[in-house]
C-alpha cells in the first residue's frame, strides 16, 4: 500500500491537472455515476477519490459524500480546491465508517492498484459500511484475463468483468449490471453496479 501512496505521492500535482477536474471525465461515465449518485440516500463515500473531482460535483448535485484517499498530498488538494466538501485521510481496507450507514459507495478506478489475491478486502469493506440496499459502483480496466500492467503512476490490474462481478458478489452484493467501452485512444473501460444484499456473507 505504501507503493501505491508513494507513487501518487509523488505524481499527485500532475495528476490533479490532468484528470482532476469534470472537464476530464467521458461523458457516459459522468451519466452513469450521475445516474448512480440520483438514486443514493446519503450518506455516501467517494472511497479512492483522488483529488476530489467526483466528491466535489457529486455533493454540489445534492449528495451527502466525503472522499476518502491513501494519499495526504490528494486530500489537502482536494481540501484546498473543494473547502465545502469533506476530504478524509484513509484506506479502503479499513474504512473509518460505521457498519451498515452508508447509503452508497463510489470506487471509481481506485481499487486498480489492489493485486488480485487482496481485492476481497476493501470489497468486504465497502459491504459491510454500506446499509442493506446500498449500491456500490466501480469502474475499473477491462481486459480478457486478470493481469497487471505498467500504469503510468504504478502497478495496476485489468480484470475480465464477469470475474470481478463474481468478487463483487463474493462479498455480499447482487450485481445490478456491468458496462463495458473500447475506444481507439483509451484502455478498454469497465463498470459495475451493485446492490448490497440483505445479509452479508
Ligand atoms: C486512478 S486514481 C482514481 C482517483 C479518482 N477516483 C478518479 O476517478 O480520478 C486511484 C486513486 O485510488 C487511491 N487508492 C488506491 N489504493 C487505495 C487504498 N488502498 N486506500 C485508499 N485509496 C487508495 C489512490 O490514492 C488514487 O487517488
Known amino acids: 500500500m505504501s507503493t501505491v501512496r508513494d507513487a501518487y505521492a ?26 448512480w449518485a440520483d438514486r443514493i440516500i446519503g450518506p ?5 477519490c483522488g483529488p476530489g473531482h467526483w466528491t466535489a460535483y457529486l455533493a454540489s448535485r445534492g449528495l451527502d459524500i466525503r472522499g476518502v484517499d491513501l ?6 488538494y482536494a481540501r484546498a480546491e473543494h473547502p465545502e466538501t469533506r476530504f478524509d485521510l484513509g484506506s ?31 470489497l468486504a469493506e465497502f459491504g459491510r459500511v454500506l446499509r442493506p440496499g446500498g449500491e456500490l459502483l466501480i ?11 505498467d500504469h503510468a ?9 464477469m470475474e470481478l462481478a463474481e468478487q463483487v458478489r463474493r462479498a455480499g452484493f447482487e450485481v445490478i449490471e456491468t458496462h463495458t467501452r473500447t475506444s481507439l485512444d483509451q484502455r478498454p473501460h469497465g463498470a459495475i453496479l451493485a446492490r448490497r444484499a440483505d445479509t452479508v456473507r
Open 10 to 35: 509523488r505524481r499527485s500535482a500532475e495528476y490533479a491537472k490532468l484528470l482532476g477536474t469534470m472537464a476530464s471525465v467521458h461523458p457516459s461515465d459522468r451519466q452513469l455515476v450521475t445516474s
Open 139 to 149: 469502474g475499473c480496466f477491462e481486459g480478457p484475463s486478470v493481469e497487471s500492467f
Open 71 to 76: 494519499v495526504p498530498e490528494f486530500v489537502a
Open 44 to 48: 455516501a463515500l467517494d472511497a479512492g
Open 153 to 161: 503512476v504504478v502497478t495496476a490490474y485489468r480484470w475480465p468483468l
Open 92 to 122: 479502503l481496507d479499513t474504512l473509518d465508517a460505521e457498519t451498515g450507514t452508508e447509503g452508497g459507495v463510489l470506487a471509481w478506478y481506485s481499487l486498480i492498484h489492489h493485486r488480485p489475491d487482496t481485492i476481497e478486502t476493501p
